[in-house]
Nanobody, 124 residues
Framework: VQLQASGGGSVQTGGSLRLSCTAS????????AAWFRQAPGKERDFVAA????????SYAAFVKNRFTISRDNAENTVYLQMKSLRPEDSAVYYC??????????????????WGQGTQVTVSS
């Protein structure tokens, strides 16, 4: 499975971006997926997760009510809609998928497949 993340860019504080993560090689409709982010010199942090069906989601406290994770299994794509962006949201954002498990995962070690990352930069 290969994951391709896209949609990053540079925005000002309060702006919005939508990240996409498209899988190739096999369907991901039965796989839990998530977004993580990593700022320079910091650990990779959990951002949001979604179950294989899309019926369950989970968010880190610092993005609740600002970010929305969703998926389109027909398109084999997971999205992260980000609004009200802040400078502290600046990071490389990575999408990830679990291997054969539809349930939500929150820890990076629960994920078998990773995208290459897409840079998000928020300026004040």
């Amino acid at each position: 499975v290969q994951l391709q993340a896209s949609g990053g860019g540079s925005v000002q504080t309060g702006g919005s971006l939508r990240l996409s993560c498209t899988a190739s090689g096999r369907t991901l409709s039965n796989n839990g997926a998530a977004w993580f982010r990593q700022a320079p010199g910091k650990e990779r942090d959990f951002v949001a997760a979604i179950s294989g069906s899309g019926m369950s989601t989970s968010y880190a406290a610092f993005v609740k009510n600002r970010f929305t994770i969703s998926r389109d299994n027909a398109e084999n794509t997971v999205y992260l809609q980000m609004k009200s962006l802040r400078p502290e949201d600046s990071a490389v954002y990575y999408c990830a998928a679990r291997g054969g498990l539809a349930a939500i995962g929150l820890d990076p070690h629960e994920f078998d497949y990773w995208g290459q990352g897409t840079q998000v930069t928020v300026s004040s």
